[in-house]
């Protein structure tokens, strides 16, 4: 993918630029005047020799400085890094500039460790890595405090590399902090051709966090806009004029207007907002007549939501979970590099979480799905049995006769008013067969996952705290984890209950949810083999009975209860 290019003037910056950035600080004007000379003869002459050798139309990508700067970042780092060496763009078009202090962990160990074995694929690398500093910043007692003085010395990291950017003629600078995860490898291609002055690909995270602000108060303070969400749900696509972006942010430097550009709040005349880098240089874009741009058409990658303060590295080692596993419902798992991968955080400790057995159900033709779900519970430390569901395609109404099940007489869907397909029956004997399985060994306690969920931040120990609350306070049998509460009392398939003479299953369900469907009725990658299954139609032919079902005579006669249940 190539970038189309604006302005003829800007190529033959390039031509110019090309191979001579970035140029060290000249000692003196003469020096200075000598070694541009001397790379410019270079240059004409290598250009002469490219004519008869190659496409003189072709030019190259643009230069890109990239400032990097990381700080406790052991545990997201071989991740980062990993994607990021497999980025589709010219590394000799890029410039690293990695900064990194105040450490207590193994930042700057990783990063040396990569930098050797990469730094030759780069056009240049400007690392300076400090072993020595503190540990902590004045009034930062977890190492993930945002302190004044930190602030400092992020505004001066900041801005000495854009100075950097601009003086070695790059043609963008790339902003990007090191616990981003760049799921698309054509992120900066992608958003280059947008042609925005300042931009940002829309990074996912957790709940509404993301890269972006949705307004600004007048005192330059964070507030919620009335697109926010739609932006971020991406019922609004395309590329948005915001007040600010940050996290992941390039910025063009060959508009004139990009050299008022700063993060220095002294620097903008009359500010008295928050000593902030990303808010001093939010206002500095705004002064200078540059909008910001969010832009949401793609999933460009993922990052975690930041820390409060009093929050230590353990709760930025949980949300890191967290993200692994909002990344396995749509991609692969992150990857890491095999000269990384000793430094990835241990596995967790595999166990029930006090349940006697815990089941996954999943259609055997649904292995995509199946695969995905035994991610996350290896992620998640959780152990679990894989339960075979009754697929709806081997089931018709004469081969439901053979099993002895029936649907209610009447029984009509609440919503839609149609008989019950055939997948919902084979929801129902899925479940059905746990029931029996539960029986069969005694079990007191289970946990029951369907293969279209993703998980809630700080799962486990919610699930684990829940539990024991749920023992010691309520008297109940069945608990929801992912199921809205019932809008009143007076639920449609109430006519029903007749049916059921014995009511007094104490049901439950959590608020908020720990679990919610991975998509959701009418989104892109939405699948349903319940709803969108046959109905029930007389058929005298029966398919090959499934070995799990055969000689299974259930004399059922299935319809929806319509439980009451309370809220935990």
């Not at 832009?295 to 009093?310: H, T």
Request: aromatic fraction near 12%; include cysteine; charged fraction near 25%.
């Amino acid at each position: 993918m190539s970038v189309p290019w604006r302005r003829r003037s800007v190529a033959w910056r390039r031509l110019v630029s090309g191979g001579c950035w970035p140029r060290p600080d000249p000692a003196s004007a003469r020096h200075y005047v000598l070694s541009q000379a001397i790379c410019l003869f270079f240059l004409v002459n290598c250009e002469f020799w490219a004519q008869g050798a190659g496409n003189q139309d072709e030019i190259k990508d643009p230069t890109v400085s990239v400032v990097l700067l990381a700080r406790n970042k052991e545990h997201v780092l071989p991740y980062f890094l990993t994607l990021f060496e497999r980025l589709n763009y010219p590394k000799k078009r890029m410039a690293l500039y990695i900064r990194s202090d105040h450490n207590v962990d193994l930042t700057i160990p990783i990063l040396e460790e990569w930098l050797a074995h990469n730094k030759q694929n780069y056009h240049y690398i400007d690392a300076k890595l400090d072993k020595h500093s503190p540990k902590f910043y004045p009034e930062d007692e977890e190492g993930t405090e945002w302190s004044n003085a930190r602030f400092t010395k992020v505004m001066e990291l900041k801005e000495e590399l854009l100075d950097k950017a601009r003086h070695s003629w790059a043609d963008y600078v790339w902003f990007l902090d090191m616990d981003v995860f760049l799921t698309n490898r054509d992120i900066l291609l992608k958003i280059m051709s947008e042609e925005k002055a300042v931009v940002a690909p829309m990074l996912n995270s957790l709940a509404t966090y993301s890269n972006y602000w949705g307004g600004m108060t007048e005192d330059y303070w964070y507030t919620r806009s009335d697109d926010y969400i739609p932006i971020l749900d991406r019922k609004q696509m395309g590329c948005f004029d915001v007040p600010m972006v940050h996290s992941c942010v390039l910025v063009d430097l060959t508009r004139v207007a990009s050299d008022n550009l700063t993060f220095i709040p002294k620097n903008l005349p009359g500010y008295k907002g928050p000593h902030d880098d990303i808010i001093a240089f939010a206002i500095s874009a705004k002064n200078a007549g540059l909008p910001m741009h969010v832009c949401n058409s793609e999933i460009y990658g993922f990052i975690p939501p930041p820390l409060e303060d009093g929050q230590g590295l353990h709760i930025d080692m949980k949300q890191l979970l967290s993200i692994k596993l909002e990344v396995l419902v749509e991609h692969p798992p992150l990857p890491v590099s095999k000269l990384l991968a000793k430094y990835t955080p241990p596995p967790p400790k595999i166990d029930n979480v006090g349940f006697d057995q815990i089941y996954l159900i999943n259609l055997a033709r649904r292995l995509e799905r199946r695969d995905r779900m035994f991610q996350s519970f290896r992620e998640l430390g959780l152990k679990v049995k894989l339960f075979e569901a009754v697929d709806g395609k081997q089931l018709n109404d004469s081969y439901l006769r053979q099993l002895g099940v029936k649907q209610m007489v009447g029984y009509k869907d609440p919503w839609s008013k149609r008989d019950m397909t055939f997948g919902e029956i084979g929801c129902f004997l899925s479940h059905y067969f746990i029931w029996v399985d539960i029986v069969n060994h005694g079990y007191n306690k289970v946990l029951l996952f369907e293969d279209d969920i993703r998980f809630e931040p700080y799962f486990k120990e919610k699930l684990k705290m829940m539990r024991e609350e749920a023992d010691s306070l309520l008297d109940w049998d069945l608990i929801y984890l992912g199921r809205k509460k019932m809008k009143s009392a007076d639920e449609p398939w109430t006519d029903w209950m007749e049916k059921f003479p014995v009511r007094n299953l104490n049901a439950y369900s959590v608020a908020p949810l720990y679990v919610f469907p991975t998509h959701y009725t009418g989104e892109d990658g939405y699948i349903s083999d319940t709803e969108e299954s046959p109905i029930i139609v007389e058929d005298a032919v029966a398919p090959a009975m499934s070995p799990s079902l055969g000689g299974k005579g259930l004399e059922l006669e299935i319809g929806f209860n319509g439980l009451a249940k309370d809220e935990l």
